[in-house]
């Protein structure tokens, strides 16, 4: 399978602990991105990357949230003292290319966190 | 703030039929519009899209219409089957930044009856 994978798939937490996930694109996709997805509502952004430069943060990103992409391949999306308002699914995806044109993310199958 | 929603949270309807998924934006700078279906556990995964300057744009079983007069896009999905069943969301993408931003609305979910 080559698409995007993410790990681990669920994660359940007590609040105040860290967490960490992590991304693996596509391996030709020189852009990430992580958003977040609450239920019944579409993602969220959350950041972007390209190759390894962070280019854009939302507002949603409080200083718990810290995204690195070191080598420009996979990325990581870690959450520091985790609160019960965290829990979601953490989407990632990827795209390729610098064209205006080019449209298409493709989207992992997501981490589900939840923060007891 | 500018934000794409969507007309019908659910919509059910029976195998074979055509179905038609509404939503409406607000943003009118956007550069593209984009279809998503996410089935349970997956992330969204892009169906078809639409640039600003067209009005109509077909694929496989879909149709994609785009009305910048009022400001509202349509899905429909011919000859519906169980495994179209899943949440739809329009997106609108904006270029800014150097990157195309995709803004989601909040989805609907249709459900295919036999």
């Given at each position: 399978d080559t698409g995007v994978s993410q790990d681990p798939r669920h994660k359940i937490t007590k609040r105040g602990q860290n967490v960490t996930f992590r991304c693996d694109p596509?391996?030709?996709?020189n852009r990430l991105y992580w958003y977040r997805q609450t239920l019944g509502q579409g993602p969220e952004f959350l950041t972007y990357f390209q190759n390894e430069a962070q280019l854009e943060k939302s507002r949603?990103?409080?200083?718990r949230f810290s995204a690195e992409r070191p080598k420009g391949s996979f990325s990581t999306l870690e959450i520091q003292r985790t609160e019960q308002g965290d829990s979601a699914m953490y989407l990632c995806a990827s795209s390729h290319g610098d064209?205006?044109?080019?449209n298409e993310q493709f989207f992992g199958p997501g981490t589900r966190l939840t923060v007891l | 703030g500018e934000s794409v929603g969507l007309h019908l949270p659910t919509l059910s309807v029976q195998e074979g039929d055509n179905s038609i998924i509404n939503c409406a934006y607000s943003n009118s700078a956007s550069d593209y519009f984009i279809w998503y279906k996410q089935e349970s556990g997956k992330g969204p995964q892009f169906i078809i899209d639409i640039r600003s300057n067209m009005d109509k744009r077909q694929g496989q079983r879909v149709t994609v219409l785009l009305n910048k007069t009022v400001k509202h896009l349509s899905l429909q999905i011919a000859?519906?089957?169980?495994?179209?069943s899943a949440v739809y969301f329009c997106a609108e993408i904006m270029f800014s930044g150097g990157y195309n931003k995709l803004i989601f609305g909040a989805g609907t979910r249709l459900a295919v009856h036999p």
């Open positions: 596509i391996s030709e996709h949603l990103l409080s200083d064209s205006r044109v080019n | 000859a519906t089957q169980p495994g179209d």
